[in-house]
């Protein structure tokens, strides 16, 4: 429990807070902790701004991947293709 | 020179999401983008010999990719009314209306300059993602661009949530420095 009160944490759990944030899963407290620990930490703030800048680059093209199901369906699909010309 | 060699076994894997993507710009519908690029994948397949090596195994399957859009478009236009509007009535999708209004371009739109950006950013981060390993490449697609819940991914691949975080964390660290390089 004393752990999970300290103000102070290490540059490992800011990151990790960091992380979370990114992804809007960061409770108040560990944002709390997070931007305490970037107050004197530079080389965490440097990695925070970054990783922000990374975040927004990402939502601002509207990127686009292959839903998980799809892409198993595709694979099926081109693997039966591909032995009949193996053959 | 060295040769590229051609292995249609990773295709799928290795440059699926590239192509997709690269298709989801250009026709603005996620089944026939699906369907293009499933196509180029066979077309692929059955050409390999056509395949000489001078460009690598993703460009390769790009130029086939976009005869393949070209073909859909001359496709959906050769019909009858050229000149028609096509304003049908999608009888498949639920989330999207069928309301004129929301068929509009959205006046607050991007301009085409921004699009073009985007576009090439868009094309940039998958390069970066294409470099990571394998799981991260996956984890980090799945967390950062389908928007999973932690949860969902850490049941579909079976693994913990502290290990999801390792992992997500290495795999931003590097696309930070990969995007650096490339682009910002």
């Known amino acids: 429990m004393s752990k999970k009160n300290k103000i102070f944490i290490s540059c490992e759990e800011a990151n990790h807070n960091c992380d979370k944030s990114q992804y809007n899963e960061a409770t108040l407290w560990e944002k709390v902790k997070l931007t305490i620990h970037l107050l004197y930490c530079k080389a965490c703030r440097k990695h925070s701004s970054d990783n922000a800048k990374l975040s927004k680059a990402i939502a601002k093209t509207e990127i686009n991947c292959l839903e998980l199901k799809d892409k198993q369906e595709m694979k099926k699909c081109f693997e039966k293709e591909l032995k009949k010309h193996q053959q | ?184």
């Open chain 2, 1 to 184: 020179m060295p040769k590229n060699l051609i292995d249609p076994n990773k295709w799928i894997d290795l440059y699926s999401d590239y192509l997709f993507n690269f298709t989801i710009t250009r026709v603005k519908d996620r089944d026939t983008a699906q369907d293009l690029v499933q196509e180029t994948f066979f077309a692929g397949l059955k050409s390999m010999k056509n395949f000489k090596g001078e460009a690598s195994e993703r460009t390769w399957l790009i130029s086939i990719l976009k005869r393949k859009i070209i073909d859909h478009y001359r496709k959906i236009n050769s019909k009858k009314g050229k000149a028609e509007v096509r304003i049908n009535y999608k009888s498949d999708s639920e989330d999207e209306g069928d309301w004129l209004e929301e068929r509009v371009a959205d006046p607050f739109d991007k301009t085409a300059e921004d699009n073009l950006e985007n576009t090439e950013l868009g094309l940039a981060i998958h390069n970066c993602i294409e470099k990571l390993p394998v799981k991260q490449a996956e984890v980090f697609k799945m967390k950062t661009i389908l928007g999973y819940e932690t949860e969902a991914i850490c049941n579909e691949l079976d693994i913990t949530a502290s290990n999801l975080w390792v992992i997500i964390h290495r795999a931003r660290t590097t696309m930070v420095v990969c995007l650096e390089k490339n682009w910002f």
